[in-house]
């Protein structure tokens, strides 16, 4: 009996087109149902009850939420190359380190930028450089995060630098993110667009801006 694979997620989600590009990478047959995070359905919230969110990947009737969680139980299910994890146990817990930085610091301090202004807004960029100034410095002397090879970190990488960040500081009109910056990273950026299933998974420029100025527009006139 063939494995039954569906994914939830939002189109314009950096966290469910991660586990999109993992899924393509490892060539596993999928059924994607999209969500109105406005109009939650009755199966995400059946499948996530505790955070009612997504990315959720269902399983043969088994769902995993978080998006970390679940390129994990991808790479520990289906084993064949490639391998996303580092094999080396250290190696492995850097992999996750840099993961949770990824979410719990970089991510956060780019939401400041995006929902900030001024002064405000400056020092939430100045915040993001330095960090993303740390990540760069892990990829130094490497093709990829994960060595030679994509692999777990670059995934985790991938959709929030490579398209979703990029879309966004066009958006708000910034240009923190250059390649004059992080000459490093865009390398990295270069390979990885040449990747087939990068390209697949990218999340669509022109309808992201719109997506983008409409949310922004809708806080200012919140916050009014």
Aim: hydrophobic content about 45%; charged content about 30%.
């Amino acid at each position: 009996m063939a494995d039954e694979v569906k994914l939830f997620g939002m189109w314009a989600s950096p966290y469910s087109r991660r586990v999109q590009l993992a899924l393509k990478l490892k060539g596993i047959p999928y059924e994607y149902i999209e969500e109105d995070l406005s109009n939650k359905s009755s199966l995400l919230l059946k499948y996530n009850p505790v955070h009612q969110k997504i990315p959720v990947l269902v399983h043969n009737g088994k769902p995993i939420a978080e998006s970390l969680v679940i390129l994990e139980y991808i790479d520990e299910t289906w084993r064949n190359n490639p391998v996303l994890l580092p094999q080396d146990p250290f190696e492995r817990s850097m992999a996750r380190f840099w993961a949770k930085f990824i979410d719990e610091k970089i991510l956060i301090t780019a939401r400041k930028v995006s929902f900030n202004t001024g002064k405000e807004q400056e020092q939430a960029i100045e915040e993001l450089t330095e960090q993303l100034k740390l990540l760069e410095n892990e990829l130094k002397g490497k093709p990829y995060f994960a060595g030679e090879a994509i692999g777990y970190l670059d995934i985790v990488v991938a959709n929030f630098l490579v398209f979703w960040f990029r879309n966004l500081q066009e958006a708000l009109g910034i240009n923190m993110f250059t390649q004059e910056k992080f000459p490093i990273i865009f390398e990295w950026i270069k390979k990885l667009i040449k990747i087939n299933v990068v390209e697949e998974c990218r999340i669509p420029k022109e309808r992201h801006l719109i997506y983008i100025r409409t949310r922004l527009e809708a806080l200012k006139s919140a916050s009014k």
